[in-house]
């Protein structure tokens, strides 16, 4: 590790960056492959389909990303709101 990434925060560092998205898709993988061997009980159907938790989750998570831009752009300020 050089002493440029050694003064980084250890969240920010690009090999954990990405020993993290590793860990946490073997996470949701082994999530959805024990849905194979364990039965899902679907109360609308369509939520008893392999794998809808995961990807409902991640339309929500892109659901609120997008209202919370449109959000910002909504209720942002400009930089001088607050100088007299």
Sequence with gaps: ???EEERLHWLVRPGTI???WIVLAAVLA???A???G?????????DGWLGFGALFGFGACV???????GLGL???RGE????D
């Design 38 to 46: 364990i039965k899902v009980k679907g109360y609308f159907g369509v």
């Design 80 to 83: 001088d709101f607050y100088d």
């Design 30 to 32: 082994l999530i959805v």
């Design 18 to 20: 990405r020993w993290l």
């Design 74 to 76: 909504f209720l942002k």
């Design 63 to 69: 659901a609120m990303v997008i209202v919370a831009k």
């Design 1 to 3: 590790m050089s002493v």
């Design 34 to 36: 024990l849905q194979l």
